[in-house]
């Protein structure tokens, strides 16, 4: 059974950072692309970052580039999401996502004074 649990949300001060967690499973995560998407009330869901199988190739939305780094750590089918320099308008729920294949449930992810 396929999983991808996403972990570290919360409420962060605008200018904060957060650091979200997926957890897979259940799948050669290995040998997939993985990506960050994310969702705001009223708004289309739009892909954040993108990493390849092996991490050597990388892709940022232009709303987040330079603030937020995405990594994985194929050895314990676990990617990352390092959010540094948070706005408010980065609040919304994170979901984790296998391209074309699975996604995770979310995490939320709200920046706010």
């Known amino acids: 059974q396929v999983q991808l649990v996403e972990s570290g949300g919360g409420l962060v001060q605008p200018g904060g950072s957060l650091r979200l967690s997926c957890a897979a499973s259940?799948?050669?995560?290995?040998?997939?692309?993985m990506a960050w998407y994310r969702q705001a009330p009223g708004k289309e869901r739009e892909m954040v970052a993108f990493?390849?199988?092996?991490?050597?190739?990388?892709n940022y939305a232009d709303s987040v580039k330079g603030r937020f780094t995405i990594s994985r750590d194929n050895a314990k089918n676990t990617m990352y999401l390092q959010m540094n320099n948070l706005k408010p308008e980065d609040s919304a729920i994170y979901s984790c996502?296998?391209?074309?294949?699975?996604w995770g449930q979310g995490t939320q992810v709200t920046v706010s004074s």
């Open positions: 259940g799948f050669a995560f290995s040998s997939h692309a």
């Open positions: 990493i390849s199988d092996s991490g050597g190739h990388t």
């Open positions: 996502v296998a391209p074309a294949l699975w």
